[in-house]
């Protein structure tokens, strides 16, 4: 399936899970699991949690990670001060990048922002391959991301 349709399928069944919205982490734990599904190269996909001085892991598919993210240095915080989404080919090469796992070479980050444009977390995606992320993934994450903004209700 190529990628534009994978977010399309991937995006259908995250509306669904918030038709049927009860709880946020349950919600966000099971868009995490739809994007590692329909998305094999993700090594790691899930949320961070604004904090006000902090991000803290949410739900997630894949290796364990960090708890807590400052907001001073990597990817998620980068996209917390934006407003937007960062795409990272290299982490390597990514100043102040947070290693949570060693086998992470690149990185996406979407914000989450909730009905009155607030950030209410980030949506982070590393890949265990160089350049993984492009303009498209940026495209169908923030769809996914918008789709989001009605459960911080």
């Not at 102040?96 to 922002?113: K, M, W, Y």
Request: hydrophobic share 40%; with cysteine; glycine share 6%.
């Amino acid at each position: 399936m190529k990628k534009d349709e994978s977010y399309k399928w991937a995006a259908k069944r995250v509306r669904a899970q918030v038709l049927r919205h009860v709880d946020v982490t349950a919600t966000l734990a099971n868009s995490a699991a739809i994007l590692k599904e329909y998305f094999p190269n993700f090594f790691w996909v899930g949320f961070y949690f604004f904090r006000h001085d902090h991000l803290l892991l949410g739900p997630f598919q894949g290796p364990a990670a960090c708890v807590t993210l400052t907001l001073d240095k990597g990817v998620c915080a980068t996209s917390v001060r934006r407003k937007s989404t960062v795409i990272v080919p290299d982490v390597h090469e990514f100043p102040g990048h947070v290693a949570c796992d060693s086998r992470s070479n690149s990185e996406i980050v979407t914000p989450l922002f909730d009905p009155t444009g607030a950030v209410r977390a980030v949506l982070d995606v590393d890949s265990e391959k160089k350049g993984d992320f492009d303009q498209d993934d940026a495209v169908g994450l923030e769809a996914i991301a918008e789709l989001l903004r009605d459960i911080w209700s």
